[in-house]
């Protein structure tokens, strides 16, 4: 069964950063994409970037001077980093596979 | 970066209604163009890929059509379960977009 789980702190300081893990099962991140998607409180989707199973990452050019995607593929964990937080940061984060099956979603809250 | 002009962003319907959403594309995007529906404080659920073609579980009434530079998904005879938020996502081109979304509810 495929699964994918998001986990990180809820809350993070503004100018600090985020760090996010999404831990798969069910399926090999050698085999598969795995993307990263977030939505602030009552507003729409964002894509934020990408995983390829070869190991290359893709990011929105908004957010790429200060987004990193990485991985362990040892520990089928796909991780999400991202400096400099302000409050507009603030929303759900999901990680999903190949734009198809989604996580549940992490709440982060960016406020002092 | 490419955008999605979805409308309408508000379609109050009756159950049993056929409705139309659409998005279209500012850019060439060919046939990735992907559809996914929202319920309060759920993940989103793939339901359309390559505009057309219904992902595993998705009840038949939903269908995906293209029209040049216009995507559509239409569902037939509405159900209550069919409420929720439904939102496009073109990824052909970096960075991929999503539509604004569109809110279905009941009349």
């Known amino acids: 069964q495929v699964q994918l789980k998001e986990s990180g702190p809820g809350l993070v300081q503004p100018s600090q950063t985020l760090s996010l893990t999404c831990t798969v099962s069910g399926f090999s991140l050698t085999s598969y994409n795995v993307h990263w998607v977030r939505q602030p409180p009552g507003k729409g989707l964002e894509w934020m970037g990408v995983?390829?199973?070869?190991?290359?990452?893709d990011y929105n050019s908004a957010l790429k001077p200060r987004l990193s995607i990485s991985r362990d593929t040892s520990k089928s964990q796909v991780f999400l980093t991202m400096n400099s937080l302000q409050t507009e940061d603030t929303g759900i984060y999901y990680c999903?596979?190949?734009?198809?099956?989604w996580g549940q979603g992490v709440m982060v809250t960016v406020s002092s | 970066d490419i955008q999605m002009t979805q409308s309408p962003s508000s379609l109050p319907a009756s159950l049993g209604d056929r409705v139309t959403i659409t998005c279209r594309a500012s850019?060439?995007?060919?046939?990735?163009l992907r559809w996914f529906q929202q319920k309060p404080g759920k993940s989103p659920r793939l339901m359309i890929y390559?505009?057309?073609n219904l992902a595993n579980g998705v009840p038949s009434r939903f269908s995906g059509s293209r029209s040049g530079s216009d995507y559509s998904l239409t569902i037939n005879s509405l159900e209550s379960e069919d409420m929720a938020i439904y939102y496009c996502l073109q990824h052909n081109e970096y960075p991929f977009t999503f539509g604004s979304g569109t809110k279905l509810e009941i009349k």
């Open positions: 850019q060439d995007i060919g046939n990735y």
């Open positions: 995983i390829w199973s070869g190991g290359n990452t």
């Open positions: 999903n596979r190949n734009l198809g099956g």
């Open positions: 390559g505009a057309t």
